[in-house]
């Protein structure tokens, strides 16, 4: 069974600043990894698929990047709405998991 | 527009079990490759997979779980329904239902419904 480890830990950041938030495989998983934002009191949301396709509606200053075992979710200039909790989730096989999450938090 | 809704008893008892339904429009579980799964969320914890079932009627459980789930879908009344039997405290969270079309991610989320499991 695979194991997504995320990282950093709990983030505290400015508008307008850039942050690579980091999800690593324990196998290789090709580029099936989805990533989602979940604000206070809302369901997640899904912002990638494939590792860097960017689902509909979701803003330009979300990219995602990586395949095999690493891979990253890059926010360019923060926005106070950007803070959340991020989850990857790997679906290379059955049952998909889910990453601990990183919590952003916009001062 | 792709909507997903959640309904289910808020508290439930140990050992009891649980039914929830999942209510969606804008899509079609007769669409080849679209499937509806559940993902439940402990409070203050991470998300976690619980079922899927795909519009050719495949079925897929967690195996931590599949001895206590049943997942059944009514096309006709877009409705997905999800079984928990021998509910216990740990069982107490967030579920959350979400459609599912290229791969085992979810692209469009319900709101979710809570589930309190106690005595």
């Known amino acids: 069974e695979v194991l997504l480890t995320q990282s950093p830990g709990p983030l505290s950041v400015s508008p307008g600043e850039r942050i690579t938030l980091s999800c690593r495989a324990s196998?290789?998983?090709?580029?099936?990894l989805a990533w989602y934002q979940q604000r206070p009191g809302q369901a997640p949301r899904l912002l990638i698929y494939?590792?860097?396709i960017r689902a509909t509606g979701i803003p330009t200053r979300f990219s995602g990047g990586g395949s095999g075992t690493e891979f990253t979710l890059t926010i360019s200039s923060l926005q106070s709405e950007d803070s959340a909790v991020y989850y990857c989730q790997e679906y290379n096989d059955w049952p998909p998991l889910f990453g601990g999450g990183t919590k952003v938090e916009i001062k | 527009q792709v909507t997903l809704r959640e309904s289910g008893p808020a508290l439930m008892q140990p050992s009891q079990t649980l039914t929830l339904t999942c209510s969606f429009s804008g899509f079609s579980l007769l669409t080849s490759g679209v499937g509806v799964g559940w993902v439940r969320q402990p409070p203050g914890k991470a998300l976690e997979w619980l079922a899927l079932i795909y519009s050719d009627d495949d079925k897929r459980y967690n195996p931590s779980l599949e001895n206590r789930l049943t997942i059944t879908k009514d096309t006709s009344s877009n409705l997905v329904v999800l079984t928990i039997s021998n509910l216990q405290p740990v069982d107490t969270g967030t579920y959350y239902c979400?459609?599912?079309?290229?791969?085992?991610?979810?692209?469009?989320w319900g709101k979710g419904t809570t589930v309190s499991v106690s005595s």
């Open positions: 196998h290789h998983i090709a580029s099936a």
């Open positions: 979400g459609r599912r079309i290229v791969g085992d991610y979810v692209d469009v």
């Open positions: 494939y590792a860097s």
